[in-house]
């Protein structure tokens, strides 16, 4: 469950401070797909960055699994991470130098998991990148990328998916096919999902849609059905 109370983010601007996020109350249960919609600039990052504890808020709590990040220190914000998000950008961020493979077993090999090569490779087969694992970043499409971009966020089984416009940098055939895995990743595993997208044929297969404008909700609407497991049914 992601709790957000009264938050806020105020910056400074020339010299001047600019309120980027007015304060929001939010309550995403787990196994949600929230979407989150809006032009650009209306603070859809920001909210993600915060959630995500990459940011500080200027007012409020936030609440993951009943924790206040908020009141976390670096090291107990980035074991969180670590133990709960996946994160997944627009433009992937792989590192250039590791194959696929590597990338996506990195970070288990840094927490000390024994078999993280294993690990990596069924991960790289879940988003169906089997036959890519040696390939380097430069020798992908940016559809590859993306895929291996989601199974490096899978690596640890977070329980929350965090997807800052994952498919804006791709052409609509593999945006959708980005969008089918996440979603059958949700269906799987009762994975919590908080997305950001322009795309609003991508945001219909949401459960709950929110538009931001200036940094105010404007607008939210749910879908009737919830397809989505409940926690205790994670394995
Ligand atoms: P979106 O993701 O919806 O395009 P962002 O959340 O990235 O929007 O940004 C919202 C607004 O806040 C934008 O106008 C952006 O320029 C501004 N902004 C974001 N971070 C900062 C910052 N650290 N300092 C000043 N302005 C910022
Ligand atoms: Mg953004």
Do not use: C, W
Not at 28 to 46: D, E, H, Y
Not at 152 to 163: Q, V
Not at 174 to 201: F, K, Q, Y
């Amino acid at each position: 469950m992601i709790e957000l109370r009264g938050v806020s983010r105020t910056v400074s601007s020339g010299g001047r401070p600019l309120t980027i996020l007015h304060p929001i109350d939010l309550s995403i249960p787990s196994g949600t797909f929230f979407a989150v919609l809006g032009p650009s600039g209306s603070g859809k990052s920001t909210l993600l960055g915060l959630v995500a504890g990459l940011d500080a808020p200027t007012a409020g709590q936030i609440l993951i699994d009943g924790t206040d990040i908020t009141t976390l220190g670096e090291d107990a914000l980035a074991r969180l991470r670590s133990a709960k998000i996946g994160f997944v950008f627009q433009f992937f961020h792989l590192i250039p130098s590791l194959t696929a493979l590597e990338n996506v077993s990195v970070a288990l090999e840094i927490a000390g998991a024994r078999d993280a090569r294993a690990r990596a490779a069924r991960l790289l087969e879940e988003v169906g990148l089997t036959d890519r694992g040696h390939h380097y970043p430069s020798q992908l499409s940016g559809g590859e990328q993306q895929r291996v971009a989601l199974a490096r966020a899978l690596a640890n089984d977070p329980p929350i998916l965090l997807a800052d416009e994952p498919t804006g940098n791709l052409d609509s055939r593999n945006g959708r096919l980005i969008m089918d895995l996440i979603r059958d990743i949700r269906e799987r595993r009762g994975t919590t999902i908080l997305l950001v997208t322009h795309d609003a044929a991508l945001a219909d297969m949401a459960d709950v849609r929110l538009t931001l404008r200036d940094g105010r909700v404007v607008e939210r609407s749910e879908s009737a059905v919830r397809p989505g497991r409940a926690p205790e049914a994670r394995p």
